[in-house]
C-alpha cells in the first residue's frame, strides 16, 4: 500500500519537495532569534501545557492560538493551503478530518523527522489513525476516546444482574432490566452521533475505507459494521433498547432518574455524567466494552485528536520536537492529562499519569486501569477523504431506521450509507475501486 493519497483533478499529497524541505527545517534558534511556532488548537487550557515547554526550550517558542472548536480550525486550515499561506505550524486534527487534510495537501509527512519512531508509543488503532495504513506519518496522537460501558449498579444489583462482558450478555441483561420495569433501558441507540456507531462497528473488526494506490475502496456495508446494525436493529425492534438520541433533555432527565441503566461510551463520559447528572455520582459503575469474542478482546475509538505539522510550516523539525513531547513527555502529558481533561493517547504514559480516577468515580479507584486496558486493545480503523458525507448519512439512514423500529430497516441504513458514500467520492473525482 502506497503512502500517499491522490485526490484526482482535484488536489495532490505532500510532494518530495515538500518533504525535503521539512527534513532540512533547523529545530533551533538562529541568531535572528528563537524558533517561532504557531498552533492551532481547541483543547482546553492547552497554553499552560505548553508554556512547560517554553519555559525549556528558549530557542523553540510554541504560540497557542485557540480555536473554537475542530470543524471551524479545519476549514480555517483549507481556507489558507488553498490562498497559499496564513497556515500555521501545527493543527490539533481529529483523527476522522487527516484524509481530507492529506488529500488536500494540508498535512506534511513527518515520519522522516523521527515521528516513524513514535509507533510503540501507542495503540495500534490510534497509530493507523495518523498512518492511514502505510509508511507516512502525517501526526502526532495526542488523545484518544477508547470506548466503555457504564452501568446503575444500584439498580442491576437491586435485580440480581451483572455487568455484562460479552454482547450476547448484555443483550440479555437489557431485555432483564426492561422487563422488570417498562420504564427503564439498559441503553440507547442514537442516530445522532455516527462516531459512537463507527467506534462499534471499529470493535467488531469495520474498517470503512480502504486505500490501494491511487484508488480509494469503502467497506462500510461489511460484515463487522452489517453485524453491529442487526445486533441493535434486533433489540430495538423487541423493544429491549430505546431508540431515542444522545444529549436530548430526555436523554438527560434518564440518566438523572434511572431509567437509562446504562450507557454504552468512551473514556470521556464522566465528564459528560458529572455535568447531567451530578446527583446519581457513585451509583455508576464503568467497565469495558462487551466483547463479541472474550478470548480475542477489541476495542473502538469514540474521539480523539492528534498534533498535525502543516505543508506551510518553515520548521518542521522544530514542530515534530514540540509535537513529540506534547504528546509523549511524561511531565506534558500529566498536564494534558490534569488542565486540560483529555486522555492522553500515548498509553503507557497515560497509564503512569493518570493515578487518581475522575471525580465522578472516585468510589472505583481501578477507573484508569479499566480505560488503559480499554486503550491498549483498540483495533485498527481507517477513515476516508470525505467522512462528512458518510456521517451526515448515518443521521440520516439511521434515524429512518431508528423510527422504524426493524432490524430490516437497520440493515438498509447500512447500505444506503455504503452506496451514498462511494457516489460522493466518485462525483468529488476520486478513483474507488
Known amino acids: 500500500m502506497r503512502s500517499t493519497l491522490r485526490h484526482i483533478g482535484i488536489a495532490t499529497v505532500a510532494t518530495t519537495a515538500l518533504l525535503l524541505s521539512g527534513c532540512s527545517a533547523s529545530s533551533g534558534g538562529t541568531e535572528s532569534g528563537p524558533v517561532k511556532l504557531t498552533y492551532w488548537a481547541w483543547a482546553p487550557n492547552l497554553e499552560q501545557v505548553v508554556e512547560l515547554w517554553n519555559e525549556d526550550h528558549p530557542d523553540i517558542q510554541v504560540v497557542v492560538q485557540k480555536q473554537d472548536g475542530g470543524d471551524p480550525a479545519i476549514t480555517k486550515l483549507l481556507t489558507a493551503i488553498k490562498a ?5 505550524d501545527l493543527i490539533q486534527a481529529e483523527y476522522q478530518k487527516i484524509p481530507t ?6 498535512l506534511a509527512d513527518i515520519s522522516k523527522q523521527g515521528a516513524a519512531d513514535l509507533k510503540d508509543d501507542f495503540s495500534d488503532g490510534v497509530w493507523n489513525s495518523v498512518t492511514l495504513g502505510g509508511d507516512a506519518v502525517y501526526a502526532v496522537p495526542q488523545d484518544s476516546g477508547p ?3 457504564y452501568y446503575r449498579t444500584d439498580i442491576l444489583d437491586s435485580l440480581g444482574l451483572s455487568v455484562p462482558t460479552t454482547w450476547d450478555e448484555y443483550a440479555e441483561v437489557a431485555r432483564a432490566v426492561h422487563q422488570a420495569d417498562p420504564t427503564k433501558y439498559l441503553g440507547t441507540f442514537s442516530a445522532n452521533d455516527a462516531g459512537w456507531f463507527a467506534g462499534l462497528a471499529q470493535q467488531a ?3 470503512w475505507w480502504s486505500i490501494d494506490g491511487d484508488s480509494w475502496g469503502v467497506d462500510i456495508d461489511a460484515g463487522p459494521t452489517e453485524q453491529v446494525a442487526s445486533y441493535w436493529g434486533q433489540l430495538v425492534e423487541e423493544g429491549a433498547i430505546d431508540n431515542k438520541p444522545m444529549y436530548t433533555p430526555e436523554w438527560n432527565a434518564g440518566l438523572n432518574d434511572g431509567s437509562q441503566v446504562g450507557w454504552i461510551s468512551s473514556v470521556w463520559a464522566p465528564g459528560v455524567l458529572g455535568g447531567n447528572a451530578p446527583d446519581t455520582a457513585g451509583k455508576w459503575t464503568a467497565a469495558e466494552l462487551p466483547q463479541w469474542d472474550a478470548s480475542k478482546p477489541s476495542n473502538g475509538n469514540w474521539g480523539g485528536s492528534s498534533t498535525a505539522v502543516t505543508t506551510q510550516s518553515k520548521h518542521a523539525e522544530a514542530a515534530v520536537e514540540f509535537a513529540t513531547w506534547l504528546n509523549t513527555d511524561p511531565k506534558a502529558v500529566a498536564a494534558l492529562a490534569d488542565v486540560s481533561g483529555v486522555y492522553p493517547a500515548a498509553t503507557k504514559v497515560a497509564a503512569d499519569a493518570l493515578t487518581t480516577s475522575p471525580e465522578f468515580f472516585s468510589q472505583q479507584s481501578d477507573f484508569y486501569d479499566i480505560a488503559s486496558k480499554a486503550s491498549e ?3 485498527p480503523f481507517t477513515y476516508g477523504p470525505n467522512v462528512n458525507v458518510a456521517f451526515s448519512a448515518y443521521n440520516d439512514e439511521f434515524a429512518k431506521a431508528a423510527e422504524a423500529k426493524t432490524a430490516q430497516a437497520f440493515s438498509d441504513a447500512v447500505a444506503a450509507m ?5 457516489d460522493d467520492l466518485k462525483k468529488s473525482g476520486f478513483s474507488v475501486e
Open 377 to 379: 486493545t483498540v483495533a
Open 147 to 149: 470506548m466503555m460501558a
Open 84 to 88: 497559499g499561506s496564513g497556515a500555521p
Open 418 to 422: 455504503q452506496s451514498i458514500t462511494i
Open 101 to 106: 487534510l492529506v488529500a488536500s495537501d494540508a
Open 205 to 207: 473488526g469495520a474498517s
